[in-house]
């Protein structure tokens, strides 16, 4: 064979490599109309790619629900406000539960360590005679403790999570029990704290808070959509893009709007404004959602929960992974149980050791994380709280018995947890994971 032979051969097989590899990456690199995005997400559905589907369905199907039955009471200013200020303690847990259950653990002390941190700060309030601030930041410090040793007895001493998990389920109430008294309570007076699930914003910080969430998510994802065009990467069109950022818009405005309106049961007291707890869940979820999103602690944290021995081989240090979730949900549980605190103006012996820690395993299963561990948002947390919090609700205008409630909220769950599984299996049987 001659050298121009040779020099032909190896420009030909360099071609048919690019064709190749144009091929393989071809669909990585098309523009999408609206019609081919559409299609697209049809396959990804049946594929088992669900994400927040189910639970904005389910939401949409209950507000519609409870609506027909209650139109004068379900939507009004008063009751929307009192369905935010009872999702707060639930969405902030489910929110720490996310992290744990990303790596396929859980963690069933969250409830109650909840509890017993809310009982540290009162008591450091009430008879230290400290300030909210020291109360509080002491209160978290213990969250952060529990979260360090329940992480280290599994990641280290390697007990099922299960296990560590249901024993300080039991001790910490012991905890809560002994710092409290039996059948005694500790009152929470304090401003700020209480604050938190009672007060307010002014109006004008609610639309600040509002235009300025709006205007942050359309910046992101038009960021976003930049980006992935200047890349050649594959990018939903514009019109997609946009109306996904004026529904988000509307929602968060019209909420704004409705909660401005004056909700006082008595013409000589006003009352109106965002609750300030809804900022709390506003700063919390944007900081859990920038970490899982955009750091490499996120990306590890989902490589670990779709394969720990593949991510173990890559170089990524599993242990302290595991670790850092369950420092994650313990501080976040603290964090609920002082909102908990606050709604109530109190904390009790069985703080956190009722449905608590159920209702936000719920509420982050029916958002759309899976049990099974690497799938999951913290926004399924926020969805999946509000559906929690909307049966509660609608079944007590409807004056419903205790137990409907637990039944349809467990239902609820246990559709949840089929379609995640089913979910599961069909990406499987696809070739996802």
């Known amino acids: 064979m001659s050298k121009e032979t040779k020099i032909d051969t190896s420009k030909g097989s360099k071609e048919a490599a690019a064709k190749l590899a144009d091929s393989d990456f071809a669909s990585d690199r098309r523009t999408l109309d609206v019609r081919s995005a559409a299609q697209d997400w049809f396959v990804r559905v049946r594929a088992g790619e669900l994400g927040a589907l189910p639970a904005i369905l389910g939401m949409v199907a209950l507000i519609i629900l409870f609506y027909a039955l209650r139109p004068n009471t379900f939507l009004s200013a008063q009751n929307i406000a009192n369905l935010f200020t009872q999702a707060l303690p639930v969405t902030i847990l489910a929110m720490g539960l996310v992290f744990v259950l990303l790596l396929g653990e859980i963690d069933l002390s969250a409830g109650v360590t909840g509890g017993m941190c809310s009982a540290i700060m009162a008591k ?133 709007y409705l909660l401005g309106l004056d909700r006082a049961p008595s013409p000589f007291i006003v009352l109106h404004g965002v609750p300030w707890g809804v900022l709390l869940v506003a700063v919390l979820f944007i900081i859990a959602t920038f970490a899982l999103a955009r750091t490499p602690y996120g990306r590890h944290l989902y490589a670990v929960g779709g394969n720990a021995e593949a991510a173990r081989r890559a170089g990524i240090n599993v242990s302290r992974l595991r670790i850092s979730v369950f420092m994650i949900c313990s501080t976040m549980a603290a964090v609920s149980g002082i909102v908990a605190a606050s709604r109530l103006n109190s904390v009790a012996t069985g703080a956190g050791a009722g449905n608590d820690l159920l209702y936000a395993v719920g509420a982050a299963v029916i958002g759309g994380t899976s049990l099974f561990g690497g799938r999951g948002k913290v926004r399924d947390a926020i969805l999946g709280g509000l559906v929690v ?45």
Do not use: H
């Not at 599994?154 to 905890?175: C, D, E, K, M």
């Open 124 to 256: 450091l309030m009430v008879d230290a005679d400290q300030p909210w601030y020291v109360a509080v930041l002491v209160a978290l410090a213990s969250g952060l403790v529990i979260g360090s040793a329940i992480g280290w007895l599994v990641s280290v001493i390697r007990i099922p999570s299960f296990v560590v998990t249901l024993a300080l389920f039991l001790g910490l109430q012991g905890v809560t029990l002994k710092l409290i008294g039996e059948g005694g309570t500790v009152p929470v007076r304090e401003n700020v704290v209480v604050a938190l699930a009672n007060k307010n914003m002014p109006i004008w910080a609610g639309w600040l808070l509002a235009i300025g969430c709006t205007a942050g998510y359309a910046a992101v994802q038009l960021r976003r959509w930049q980006r992935q065009r200047s890349r050649g990467v594959s990018a939903r069109p514009i019109q997609l893009v946009v109306a996904q950022v004026v529904v988000v818009g509307a929602a968060l405005l019209f909420g704004t």
């Open 389 to 433: 919090s909307i049966i509660a609700n609608g079944l007590g205008l409807l004056g419903a018995k205790a137990y409907l409630n637990m039944l349809i909220t467990g239902g609820v769950l246990l559709f949840a947890a089929s379609i995640d599984a089913l979910a599961r299996r069909r990406r499987s049987a696809t070739g996802g994971r």
